[in-house]
């Protein structure tokens, strides 16, 4: 062995040895068994039966490793390693980074002698560290009883292939550091890939569960929410009574172990939990009994703690400290998937409170009985608050206090009626401040009022309580009361916020829908009981209701009366009525005489009362028909009566005037008596002439068939015939008639005898409303086109209310003092004026006298 030969020969090995391992290694990716042949070939390549070889991970721990006894390569523990490692040379040589050749290991300490090593032949050891790069990635080491000890050559072989082996190790080692990331990885991502295909919270977090199993073994685990300082279960599995598992809650304050959790923010590993003094037993729940080795990992969503995941197992230290990491990295999925689910739950929610008080606004609205809208809103802030009782109080106007008008849930029909004074209790302190409450302990509320729970024999314990406002008026509240969670989400706040806004709307609705009605109801009376006909139209004259007068008096059903157009029925007034309904003025009813048609076609004479009426969009058209055939069939037997009457004085009048005037004549001018008795009796006469001639030329005049016999006259020739025919009565009276023409008056065409007779009526009824010692003017001039002749007096006047209406037939001032008359003489006066195309009108002053003054226009 020592000669020259042998020595290159061995070199020669050495080097296909070295060779064949730098190729086997480099083909070997998998750790374990590279180990294994490097150990195999080193074994064999310096002749030794035992040895070992370490890999340490960057902590420096001994993660992998193998191990040879008998010239065979056998399975190994971790333990057996770590021991070679920590108390042997190895431990050693990573210390002082270079190998080491010992020739009899017996005396040297660094050796780790097993108890069970026999003291016989010496052993000679090489151990050599595996560098890779800076660090030192294992140990090799070799052991020799037979042979004699290892040479220096063995050593320098040892160590070239302790460098190969550092090489390739670490490259296994950082292959299969690569390999288990991406098996994590990818497991990971399946994770998340199933617990992120549903958004349901209830679903990700079983999911979570599930999945939790692929990376870890346990007999139970559960995943919790925090939500106020307690830690709620939302999914678990492994325990018999799910229903139970998930009703506890384990509190910050008295857990130790949440806690820890909670404010550490990294997973906690426990041996053994039994051990734990805060640890709980819970009734009902024997598996909470059986847990020893337990993690708890918080689940942290932007930066603060939602929850946390526990993993339960039977065994005393089940877990140990390398699964933090793993555990970490799901809990930091799970957190995601969590977020997401508690995301989608509250957009959720808000979608459902959203479609909740949509809802709500439908069933409220569709109703406009008050009682039932207020009924309505409790029992939907009830369901759709998820909350024990609810109720609506209003305010009472005569006092000002609270009355509870209807309620929902515990204790409703007790609540009804309850009467609370502004500022008592929560309510009352919402109507004083118009400000909503939301009170989570209202037990400890210095506003609660504990009396009507006591009356009820209710515990409030969360009151949500809001105004309910109109135009900033409030008129009322409304309250939800102890929600099925614990506290009120932001949700049922905006809700219940949101159901007070549609309150006050649909509570003024019903209440003006209540006005309305009656107010509807009083005029439906008045419209269906009216004895005079009532249609109404729309602006394009479409009928769409009618009275029941309307229908008996025009001979139609209700039906048919809908089906007809007011245009079929009846010609509205061209001169008072549009073409276009639209454009009538509503602040105005028009009125005229008029026909409807009925059904048999005949047309009944009407008085018709036009009226639009701003309703609704556009607005109807109300048309009163009163019937007034009976008027009109009387005023024609009047007319009948009259001008029977009329023609049956006239001639007789006619022949006594004649016949006077013939005594005149014949009687002796001196005997005055005489002569006075015949001028009063022929001026007598004369006047009945006169109104019987008037009577018929009013008649004659209004039917427009006037045939005026006109000639050219001189107006003041007439004005004095006129004065002469009423001298000796003004005289009597002790009046005194003045005349003032102006020069040149034209000749004017007319009737005179009408005229005259317009003039004698002017002064007549001057000289009756003129006082003893006054003056009666008459005038007469001339203006652009017309005469004007005016008579004037200085009695009583006639107020402005009155002075068109006196020119009306049958129109008489009323008063004791006043003449008695048949309000005949000025009806003909205008008629007879304005048939010869002018005007007459009267200018007054109450108490100051009246001015006559008619036109005649000339040429
Ligand atoms: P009558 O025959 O009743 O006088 P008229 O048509 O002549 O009827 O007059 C109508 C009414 O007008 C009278 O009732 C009277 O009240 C009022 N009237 C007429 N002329 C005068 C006047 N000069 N001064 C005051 N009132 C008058």
């Known amino acids: 062995m020592t000669s020259k030969t042998s020595v290159s020969e061995r070199t020669k090995a050495s080097l296909a040895l070295l060779y064949s391992i730098s190729r086997e290694l480099t083909a070997q990716l998998d750790l374990r068994e590279l180990l294994q042949r490097i150990l195999q070939l080193t074994l064999q390549a310096v002749g030794s039966r035992a040895g070992s070889i370490l890999v340490l991970d960057e902590l420096g721990q001994a993660s992998e490793g193998a191990i040879a006894f008998e010239g065979k390569v056998h399975d190994h523990s971790m333990e057996q390693l770590r021991d070679t490692y920590e108390h042997g040379l190895a431990g050693w040589v990573v210390e002082n980074r270079q190998g080491v050749l010992i020739e009899d290991t ?118 919790f929410l925090l939500e106020d300082h307690l830690f709620r279960p939302v999914a678990v599995l492994g325990f018999e009574d799910r229903a139970r598992a998930l009703s506890f809650t384990i509190s910050l304050e008295s857990d130790a172990l949440s806690k820890q959790v909670f404010e550490s923010r990294k997973p906690l590993v426990v041996e053994d939990v039994q051990k734990i003094d805060t640890w709980m037993q819970i009734e009902g729940l024997p598996e909470a009994e059986k847990i020893r080795g337990w993690i708890g990992a918080p689940l942290i969503v932007r930066d603060r703690v939602v929850g946390m995941l526990n993993v339960d197992s039977y065994k005393v230290a089940a877990y140990s400290a390398d699964v933090i990491d793993l555990i970490e990295a799901f809990a930091d999925q799970a957190s995601t998937a969590v977020a997401n689910a508690l995301l989608f739950d509250e957009s959720q929610r808000r979608i459902t409170s959203m479609a909740a008080l949509t809802e709500t606004a439908t069933v409220i609205t569709a109703s406009l009985d008050l009682d039932e809208v207020l009924q309505r809103i409790t029992d939907r802030t009830k369901e759709s608050m998820e909350v024990e009782a609810a109720s609506l109080a209003l305010v009472d106007e005569d006092d000002g206090s609270l009355v509870y008008r209807v309620a929902s849930g515990f204790g409703a029909d007790r609540v009804v009626g309850m009467r609370l004074m502004p500022g008592q209790g929560i309510a009352g302190w919402v109507l004083d401040n118009e400000e909503a409450v939301f009170a989570s302990d209202v037990q400890s509320d210095p506003r609660f009022f504990p009396e009507i729970d006591q009356k009820l024999g209710f515990e409030s314990r969360v009151i949500a309580c809001v105004p309910i406002q109109v135009q900033d008026r409030t008129i009322g509240i409304i309250e939800a009361i102890n929600p099925r969670r614990s506290s009120l989400s932001q949700e049922q706040i905006d809700l219940l916020t949101g159901i007070a806004g549609l309150a006050g709307t649909a509570i003024i609705h019903a209440q003006l829908f209540q006005q309305t009605q009656s107010a509807r109801q009083r005029y439906a009376s008045l419209f269906e009981d009216n004895v005079d006909s009532i249609l109404i139209s729309d602006l394009a004259g479409q009928v769409t209701d009618a009275n029941k007068r309307a229908e008996s008096f025009l001979g139609y059903n209700a039906e048919q009366m809908l089906e007809l157009s007011i245009f079929s029925l009846h010609e509205p007034n061209p001169n008072h009525v549009p073409d276009d309904l639209t454009e009538l003025d509503p602040s105005q009813t028009i009125s005229y005489d008029s026909h409807v048609r009925d059904n048999r076609g005949r047309m009944l004479p009407v008085e018709v009362h036009v009226k639009r009426m701003a309703l609704g969009p556009g607005g109807f058209i109300q048309w009163i028909m009163r019937d007034i055939s009976e008027r009109l069939e009387l005023a024609e037997l009047r007319t009948d009566m009259t001008s029977m009457i009329f023609h049956d004085l006239r001639s007789p009048l006619g022949n006594i005037i004649s016949s006077l005037e013939v005594l005149q004549s014949s009687f002796d001018d001196e005997d005055e008596t005489i002569q006075s008795v015949l001028s009063i009796a022929s001026r007598s006469s004369r006047r009945a002439s006169r109104l019987v001639e008037s009577l018929l030329d009013l008649d004659r005049l209004e039917a427009e068939k006037a045939v005026l016999n006109k000639t050219e006259a001189s107006i003041g020739g007439l004005i004095a015939e006129a004065v002469e025919e009423i001298h000796p009565t003004a005289e009597a009276r002790g009046q005194f008639l003045r005349m003032n023409l102006a020069p040149r008056l034209p000749p004017v065409s007319m009737d005179v005898d009408m005229i005259r007779r317009v003039l004698i009526n002017l002064l007549e009824n001057a000289v009756k409303y003129t006082r003893a010692g006054d003056h009666i003017d008459v005038s007469a001039k001339k203006a652009d086109d017309h005469l004007a002749v005016s008579v004037r007096d200085n009695g009583p006047g006639i107020s402005e209310k009155d002075r068109d209406r006196i020119f009306d037939k049958f129109f008489r001032l009323s008063g004791d003092s006043r003449p008695k008359g048949l309000g005949l003489g000025l009806a003909f006066c205008r008629l007879a004026v304005e048939a010869h195309g002018g005007k007459i009108w009267v200018d007054s002053e109450e108490g100051q006298g009246s001015t006559f003054t008619f036109t005649l226009p000339y040429l």
Do not use: C, M
Not at 152 to 176: C, K, M
């Open 106 to 223: 017996r005396k040297d300490k660094r050796w780790l002698r097993k108890p069970d090593e026999e003291d016989g032949d010496p052993t000679s050891a090489i151990s050599v560290p595996l560098l890779a790069g800076e660090r030192v990635a294992g140990v090799l080491t070799l052991a020799r009883r037979k042979g004699g000890p290892f040479s220096e050559d063995d050593l320098a072989l040892v160590t070239a292939i302790a460098d190969q082996a550092g090489i390739a190790v670490s490259n296994a080692h950082l292959f299969r550091a690569e390999q288990e990331r991406r098996r994590f990885a990818s497991i990971l991502q399946e994770i998340a890939r199933t617990i992120n295909q549903t958004l349901e919270p209830n679903q990700v977090f079983e999911q979570i569960l599930e999945q939790l199993k692929r990376i870890i073994d346990f007999d139970s685990a559960s995943i």
